[in-house]
């Protein structure tokens, strides 16, 4: 009889991201000692999420519908298309409850230093969308890391061709912060996109 139960769920836990040998130890150490109930909830949970979850047919975001509550509202602005890297990022954008739009989540974003293409975000699923002869404008929401940088720019020229208008997100200083605590980068591109008072 061999005991590979421990060391399969600590190396499990190691797939998260984040978490190193240390962490899954203690996690999993933590859940066997004090939260087995708790251990068996996450268990079922992972379980139905991994059967029930796949993407919606029109954003691309996690659901276990064919289409996501969001794409079904009717009180959207089908007009605007946000498009994000990933359903955290929608749900950031959600959370400011200034969007009323719709989204695209990419689920990923270009990197050919790592093999990732156009193909593996499904760019051609968010040019069929963007095309829909409904959406107006596009708000490129990618991160502001140089592969989001690159992944908006490619996304906004092509939409540009096809005729929508194209916006991205407005990055600059956080607001309550001092600028002797901002870093350099970011005080640099508030000064390039400041604007009329």
Do not use: W
Not at 156 to 169: D, F, I, M, S, Y
Request: charge should be neutral; include cysteine; glycine fraction near 8%.
């Amino acid at each position: 009889m061999s005991d590979a139960s421990l060391p399969a769920l600590i190396e499990a836990l190691r797939r998260l991201p984040g978490v190193g040998v240390k962490s899954a130890s203690r996690m999993a150490f933590h859940m066997l000692q004090h939260d087995r109930e708790g251990a068996l909830l996450l268990a079922q949970a992972l379980q139905q999420a991994a059967t029930r979850v796949r993407h919606c047919a029109q954003c691309n975001t996690f659901t276990e519908a064919e289409i996501c509550p969001t794409c079904l509202d009717p009180h959207r602005d089908r007009t605007k298309l946000c498009v994000v890297e990933t359903p955290a990022d929608q749900a950031a954008v959600e959370r400011t409850a200034a969007y009323r739009g719709l989204y695209f989540v990419l689920m990923g974003k270009l990197s050919p230093l790592d093999g990732i293409g156009p193909k593996d975000i499904g760019l051609a699923r968010l040019f069929a969308r963007a095309g829909d002869g409904v959406v107006q404008e596009a708000i490129l929401a990618t991160n502001f890391t140089a592969e989001g940088e690159a992944t908006a720019h490619v996304i906004g020229e092509a939409l540009k061709q096809r005729g929508l208008k194209v916006t991205r997100l407005a990055r600059g200083v956080p607001a309550g912060s001092e600028l002797e605590y901002v870093d350099l980068g970011t005080i640099a591109h508030a000064l390039v996109e400041r604007r009329e008072k």
